[in-house]
């Protein structure tokens, strides 16, 4: 991995970043062909990577978790003739259901990214931070018709 061959030559208090997705730990229809298993993996190698990396090297190792964006990649899945594609229902989905209603940038992502590789955040490794405007924290779904009159 990138970590063993990087880590030796890192200053110690250096930062390791991947990005993972929710659907490393909650089924996203759509968002399948073995990329919900390898976040998951992903995820979990983060906590005993920081571990390893930060007895041994002194570095950290963290990932984010981005909610959905419009990006070039994502715009890729999932599209029918004459529907929208994945992401755009997603992005509907996390403003109608997540608890900040707002756009989700790929600069908010960065921000999170630059800040944990920081000295800001030289306390802070083995996390997965959601950078989802909260999306990640919800159980229920407020825009399902089974919904319909319910308290927003």
């Known amino acids: 991995s990138l970590l063993h061959k990087f880590a030796p030559i890192m200053n110690e208090g250096g ?7 929710i ?13 919900s298993s390898a976040k998951a993996q992903l995820e ?3 906590r005993t990577l920081a571990y390893e990396a930060g007895r041994k090297y002194g570095v950290r190792v963290n990932t984010i ?14 599209k029918e003739p004459g529907q929208k594609t ?23 992502v ?27 924290c919800m159980g229920m779904a407020l825009d399902s018709e089974s919904m319909a009159g319910a308290s927003n």
């Open 15 to 21: 930062s390791f970043l991947s990005l993972t997705y």
């Open 23 to 35: 659907a490393s730990e909650k089924v996203i229809p759509g968002y399948g062909g073995g990329m």
């Open 44 to 46: 979990s190698d983060t």
């Open 65 to 78: 978790s981005a909610g959905p964006l419009k990006s070039r990649a994502a715009s890729a899945i999932g």
């Open 86 to 108: 994945f992401i755009e229902y997603a992005i509907d989905y996390a403003k109608a259901n997540a608890p900040l209603a707002q756009d989700l940038y790929s600069d908010d």
């Open 110 to 136: 960065g921000n999170a990214g630059l800040f944990l590789l920081s000295p800001m955040a030289r306390t802070i490794t083995g996390v997965t931070l959601y950078v989802d405007n909260g999306l990640n």
